[in-house]
């Protein structure tokens, strides 16, 4: 493969500074790449894709009338990160948690944050993701936010930023695993020449803070991973990961609340359950407490959770931090329940709600990026350098009708990294980052890499394998 001529252009490459000049941190393994035969690389991706086929590494596309079930796009050239980002990225990803989990006990109970006038309370109590049946609640070891995935992005400068958290359930982590195992089957001599951090162990730390939320008198706690079932956009990670840890894969109609327990449903008999994993919007987790129409969830689940005798992983009621105008107040959480300055910074964001920063984002609408503050998956979003008079119109007006849901940012210059494209060619094209953080008490692991996703459409900036986005391995260099 022959990378001499790769133009980083006008953009800041991750792995070049000038055409043909690698990054320091990178130079080793852009040699290892540039010994490969012409075609060679075309034909690792080829069969990269077809493993990862045959793995079933899947998604669902609920919008797609051709068939929802999508084979997820992957390229062959891995993303590095050198050892010296990963420092900085790993204290202000834990920093941020700890945060994050102290604000979400705090609004649940005691609301300092909001007598203080740090967060005004509307925003809190108009959030769709806080919940009024958890007020009150106190988690099992006093965490709320046990497995993150949290957005980053770097700048034309190369800074870093943090894009949204994604508290609820978050997904991702099993396509990070698999592309790893792709990756180690088509090139094992690399990674027995580079140090690249592992990230095989995942489903093993996982399950130790799982395990971590039962009562200590329990020997064997009985773990499982609650999944909406099969028609869900991430199921294939729901099996992988109930199948990695050893542990069961239930759907609520396993599941039965009996004499004060939570009780699997097996062919000998009932078995009570200690602790899930609910890959479950909270809505739908008990039709008893929130959506009387779910047929999803466990009828009386929440009152077996407040008599503390089953551990959910995450906590109900964590999705008030994923929504987009509470985002913009988490420097300040920072600084608030931890007094320190936050490491990561925000992009800076506009809140609609807010009558000055409304009047500046309705007049500049052709360039800021416009999201809706509770939907997902690049919907909901208007990207206005790429968007008609017709669009910023219909979003002048949905912000008009309902202010408080809408923050507008600057639009961000992704990074970019080499990526195989047609004919055999490699193109820079921009890329975010998911890192997988576990909170577990008494410390905060951050999983090294995460899942990279790549806008593989040229020039676009949306990531999303729903709008047409693939993944890259991450490579988290040991020394560099």
């Known amino acids: 493969m022959k990378l001499d001529g790769y133009d980083p252009e006008n953009f800041f490459d991750e792995l070049f500074e000038d055409v043909g000049k690698p990054r320091p941190f990178a130079k080793r393994s852009i040699d290892l790449m540039q010994h490969l035969e012409p075609g060679e690389l075309q034909r690792y991706q080829e069969a990269a894709q077809i493993a990862l086929f045959k793995l079933g590494v899947t998604f669902n596309v609920y919008s797609d009338d051709r068939g929802i079930e999508k084979v997820f796009p992957f390229d062959i050239i891995p993303r590095l990160v050198s050892a ?14 700890a945060a994050l989990n102290l604000f979400l006990n705090d609004i649940y109970n005691d609301r300092k944050i909001v007598k203080d006038g740090i967060v005004p309370e ?36 190369g800074q870093w930023y943090v894009l949204e958290d994604n508290l609820r359930v978050p997904s991702g982590i099993s396509y990070v695993l698999e592309n790893r195992r792709v990756m180690k089957s088509a090139f094992p001599g690399v990674f027995q020449t580079l140090a690249v951090q592992p990230v095989d162990d995942y489903p093993s730390h996982l399950l130790e803070t799982l395990l971590g939320l039962a009562p200590p ?17 991430a199921y294939y990670e729901h099996s992988f990961l109930a199948q990695q840890m050893g542990v069961e894969l239930v759907e609520g109609r396993d599941l039965v609340v009996l004499d004060g327990y939570l009780q699997m449903r097996t062919t000998k008999g009932p078995r009570r359950v200690d602790v899930i994993y609910r890959r479950l ?8 407490e929130f959506r009387p129409d779910s047929l999803l969830g466990v009828p009386g689940l929440m009152e077996v959770y407040r008599a503390g005798r089953v551990a959910l992983a995450n906590a109900p009621g964590t ?5 987009k105008v509470v985002y913009a107040f988490v420097p300040e959480m920072i600084r608030y329940y931890l007094d320190e300055d936050p490491i ?47 669009e910023r119109e219909s979003f002048a007006e949905k912000i008009l009708a309902n202010p408080r849901n809408y923050i507008a940012q600057p639009t961000i210059c992704l990074s970019r990294v080499p990526t195989l494209v047609e004919n055999n060619e490699v193109a820079g094209r921009h890329v975010d980052l998911r890192p997988y953080i576990l909170h577990r008490g008494d410390d905060i692991y951050v999983q090294p890499g ?8 040229e020039g676009s900036l949306v990531v999303n394998s729903s709008q047409g986005g693939g993944s890259k391995d991450t490579w988290v ?4």
């Not at 990225?89 to 920093?95: S, V, Y």
């Not at 919007?281 to 008893?288: E, I, S, V």
């Not at 995460?450 to 459409?457: F, I």
Request: net charge negative; aromatic share 6%.
């Open 217 to 233: 008198q329990l020997a064997q706690p009985n773990v499982v991973v609650l999944t909406p079932g099969i028609y869900n956009s």
């Open 281 to 288: 919007d909270d809505n739908f987790l008990d039709p008893k």
């Open 344 to 390: 990561l910074p925000n992009v800076p964001t506009y809140l609609c709600w807010r009558d000055k920063d409304r009047e500046h984002v309705l007049q500049n609408l052709e360039t800021l990026v416009v999201k809706s503050a509770n939907e997902a998956g690049g919907y909901g979003m208007l990207v206005g350098t790429q968007s008609t008079p017709e």
């Open 84 to 97: 010296r980002d990963w420092q900085y990225l790993e204290g202000g990803l834990k920093q941020r948690i």
């Open 477 to 480: 260099l040991v020394d560099s």
């Open 450 to 457: 995460g899942l990279t996703r790549v806008a593989l459409k």
């Open 319 to 323: 999705g008030v931090a994923d929504d």
């Open 122 to 157: 509307h925003i809190i109590e108009s959030a769709p993701g806080f919940l009024k049946p958890c007020v009150g609640l106190q988690p099992p070891t006093g965490v709320w936010c046990h497995i993150t995935g949290t957005d980053l992005v770097r700048d034309r400068d």
